[in-house]
């Protein structure tokens, strides 16, 4: 989750200021620097396996899940890429793409974000813009020391921040951003730290089934969303500039959060390099003046998609969670007990789209996986290789 769905957070704000509550703001408590990575990953393995409310009885999974790991290839040759993943999302998000990555030589690592990987309220302590860019500012700088050619790469927020740390950055190679957020589709994101000066959640952890699935967070409190605000003030900052290092940008024209319009028309005029493209998924190519731009059609008939979601981008079509058969598993009662959104509709009636798609009078649940992945997978191999 990079963000909650824009409706809902437009409505919930607006009501913020009109029901009670109160909550006091908190300042993120300052992160121990671990002497390496491998450090790193065993100490946050041992706060996520001590403090993680877990959703399943598979405990040694949704460690895994949610903490940092790193993907070493068998022929390294210099490069490493290196993820920050998504608001309330964990570092599983870049599993399918690493694997190809890691195939082609390239080292990935990946951080998590504190307040991430364990329970919603660890936010309210932990969780800040500058907090979340120390992490990676820290790692991206440790694989420099240790000799390798670094690439910043993220998932909405994780996009973010990257933006903001390669621009700080001559050194880093370029940059891969997969759905970045520093716009989003509606203004009232703008009252998110007003609002946080009265109000704690939008939603409650016990309002939200206990605030955790395996693999994200169910809801956030307003200090996670702050957090995400500084990210976008941050981004926009370091975007008014001309970046002049190559940069691969993957958008879904019907993006729910993100205005990848707007990011597109960012990216043409920041992102000045000539190797710099844009992976478009949508329904018609837009008009770029220097940006290069690779276009996918995300209206796939055949196989019921309609519109390509937020976090469809990241996951290949066989991920046993995310991908073509999620639907299903999703679905079994003695996975989850609690009724799932039109479980009882057959899979010949149901159409995928981004959240809130609504065109052409279907049933639609959320698209979870990108069919593209392969074409897409090549592209940000290409990207990599310098082509």
Known sequence: MSLPAPRLLACALLLLFTLAGCGTPSVAVEEKTPASYVEYVEETRAMVARDRRFATADHQSEIDWNTPWEMRPEHPDGRAVLFAHGLGEGPWTFLDTAKRLAEDGVLVRTVLLPGHGTKPEDMIARSTGEAWESVVRREKDRLKKEGYRVWLAGFSTGGNIAVTLGAEDPDVEGLLLFSPA?????????????????????????????????????????????????????????LEKPYRKPVLTVLSEFDSIVDTERMLETADESFLNPRSRTIWYGDETPETKVMKVI?????????HIRSFSHLSVNFSPENPHYGRGARAEWCRPENDPRPRFHCEIPESEIWYGAWGEERDGHVYVRLTYNPHFERQTEEVLAFLRGK
């Open 182 to 238: 520093p716009y989003v589709r509606t203004n009232l994101v703008g009252l998110v730290p007003f609002a946080s000066l009265f109000f704690e959640w939008l939603r409650t952890p016990e309002e939200a089934g206990g605030g955790t699935t395996a693999f994200r967070y169910r809801t956030l409190p307003m200090t996670g969303l702050v957090a995400y605000c500084d990210t976008m003030d941050h981004a926009e900052e370091a």
């Open 295 to 303: 276009s996918l059609p995300s209206h796939l008939e055949k196989e």
